[in-house]
């Protein structure tokens, strides 16, 4: 009965209802930050790369923001910490200014991690979101219907994905964590 009722529980869980949240916001964030960083590499291809001198130090600090931004949802809604990393400081030389302004490595790794993410992203609100949500719009679709048998196996299924998605989506969010401390976190 215990086993039964902690699978039957799982779903309304506090920890369920973060990670529900947390793969809401995920399109936002990521789409969001993918359409800066999208604008900024159009205007550096659209000036045949001249643009890049102006534009490429603000979108790696963009990256950086967004950085922080993913690093900021993991720890409120995932219970995850991942430490800022810091930045080396500038160089008093010509490399030194390129170096911190265009080849600085927190950005880039921010910035490839938004295109990381968007694979990702599908798993994640396909699983955290749209089996949490199957179960009550067939249920919709079931009363709306007037209670017709063809709507019951979708209710039935929206059932099964219901309960599998906390874990299943835990499981994702495996991978989210270790993308955000493998490229958002500090490296040696």
């Known amino acids: 009965m215990n086993a039964a009722w902690c699978v039957f529980r799982t779903p309304f869980t506090a920890r369920a209802g973060r990670t529900f949240i947390y793969c809401l916001c995920q399109p936002f964030v990521t ?48 219970d995850v910490n991942v430490p800022e990393p810091t930045r080396a400081p500038r160089r008093k030389s010509v490399l030194g200014f390129i170096v911190y302004y265009f080849a600085e490595p927190i950005g880039w790794r921010a910035i ?14 396909a699983v955290g979101v749209g089996f949490r949500l199957f179960l009550p719009l067939a249920v919709l679709g079931l009363i709306v219907s007037g209670a017709q048998l063809n709507v019951l196996p979708m209710v039935l299924v929206g059932s099964v994905l219901f309960w599998a998605a906390p874990k299943l989506t835990e499981l994702i969010l495996l991978l989210d964590v270790g993308l955000i401390r493998r490229l958002l976190g500090p490296t040696e």
């Open 31 to 78: 789409l969001v930050s993918l359409l800066g960083v999208v604008v900024a590499i159009g205007a550096s291809i659209a000036g045949a790369g001249i643009p890049a001198l102006v534009v490429l130090p603000p979108m790696l600090a963009f990256g950086r923001a967004t950085g922080s931004a993913y690093r900021e949802l993991a720890r409120s809604l995932l």
């Open 112 to 125: 490839a991690h938004l295109w990381i993410k968007l694979i990702l992203l599908g798993l994640e609100v």
